[in-house]
């Protein structure tokens, strides 16, 4: 498909500048005022410059490449991810980066998807949004895009200086420091597949309650190395284009009836159900609950058991309550977020038939969704 694309910074000359990619799906990000109206409405993202003049006192080349359907990213859809893990393939050998402005409702959603659709990315792939529309005067849109810019644009310096014996690094254009997909929101840099919206109202939107921050932004960009995963320049990038959209969340809570579990379990085609389970994993033990689960399992659903905490960890077998989980065959989560449990599921699923190997793939770390 042909997008519309824009470029800025084009008067700038240094050489060897780095090249971002800006990819705009929608969101609360690019809304306005409309003057008759008065009501909040999308702008033409291509007249971004005028919201946005410092732009060009950035150091690098940005080009914005604007989605046909701007969507509130309530409306995400796997086909969505797909669509930007495939625009980010047939511009990764021109581009250093990529910044993806996306609504934050279902931006962690995205951020968790792109990670496992995207293998072998090498490059920063950097999601931001904001809580009030770049038209509003307190708006947070201007610092969180333009420092998602700065970081998606940074390189290691020490690579920058031996370049010219790396020649890996210079066929890469320099070696990213955050050469993974990251949510960057109110000066904090979290990894994508770990972070979570946890609020709606403050602009402080997003946590990462398992894993450290990378970066936290203040009068400087402090990296969090020890954390960020490492360059790996030998690695193509391949996608996971098939996404299996027959799976579900069951979020359990005291009083849970036979019924409610049972038409969930028997949805037609279902193959993957991430269990919300209290605690460390836990969930009731009566007889019928842990029947209908078996008995799903045995006919090859996948069963992924997520804790309902926000921090934290599912540990299987430490209580009685969770002891059953594990003899029926529930897998563990561990420290995974929902978010990225069921897009786990979904890329799984669309790779992966059989349901003993898919236990294992589930159980394993992919890229850094989790400590097993
Ligand atoms: N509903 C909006 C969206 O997710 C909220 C936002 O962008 O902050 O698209």
Known sequence: MAYKTVRINLTLTQSLRQSVLVIYTGGTFGMV????????????????????????RLTFDITLLTLPNIIDSSNMKPAIWVELAQIIQDNYRQYDSFVILHGTDTMAYTASALSFILVGLNKPVILTGAQLPIGVARSDARENFITALEIAAAVDTAAVDSAALDAAAVEEGFRPIVPEVCVYFNSLLLRGNRSTKRE???FNAFASENYPHLATAGVSIDYNRPFIRPWQPDQPLTLRTVLDPNVTILKLFPGITQPVVESIVNIPNLRGIVLETFGAGNAPTDEWFLDTLKRAIDRGVSVFN?????????????????QQLLQIGVVSGADITTEAAITKLMVLLGQERDPARLRTLLAQPLCGEMND
């Open 33 to 56: 005022y409309e003057p008759q109206t008065g009501q909040l409405v999308p702008f033409d993202f291509d007249q971004v410059v005028d919201r946005l003049p410092e732009l060009k």
């Open 200 to 202: 709606s109202v403050q």
């Open 306 to 322: 997520v804790s309902q905490c926000e921090g934290g960890r599912v540990t299987q077998g430490h209580y009685q309550t969770s």
